[in-house]
């Protein structure tokens, strides 16, 4: 059974950073396309930012350059590191398992105060 747990959240002033962990237990997550979703209220989900299993990364238009998505092995665990953050990033953070139909953790809470 796929688990995975979002932690690292937080209230943060525009142009601060943090630091989202997802730790993933019954998958190997080198092994599979991970992701971060972001849902925002009276908004639909929406990709943040992806990695497939040749390391290669994909980003939203909105996050390019601020966000980095990467993922350690040895702890299984996907990191998404958000700095220079804006109001407009307020969400609740995803992640996403590629296995089967898609896996989904409990989500994160950010809130980016002006």
């Known amino acids: 059974q796929v688990q995975l747990v979002e932690s690292g959240g937080g209230l943060v002033q525009t142009g601060g950073s943090l630091r989202l962990s997802c730790a993933a237990s019954?998958?190997?997550?080198?092994?599979?396309?991970m992701a971060w979703y972001r849902q925002a209220p009276g908004k639909q989900r929406e990709l943040v930012a992806r990695?497939?299993?040749?390391?290669?990364?994909n980003y939203a238009d909105s996050v390019k350059g601020r966000f980095t998505i990467s993922r350690d092995g040895a702890k299984n665990t996907v990191f998404l590191q958000m700095n220079s953050l804006k109001p407009e990033d307020t969400a609740v953070y995803y992640c996403?398992?590629?296995?089967?139909?898609?896996?989904w953790g409990q989500g994160t809470q950010v809130t980016v105060s002006s």
């Open positions: 019954g998958i190997i997550v080198g092994r599979y396309i």
């Open positions: 996403y398992a590629g296995i089967g139909s898609g896996s």
């Open positions: 990695i497939f299993n040749v390391e290669s990364t």
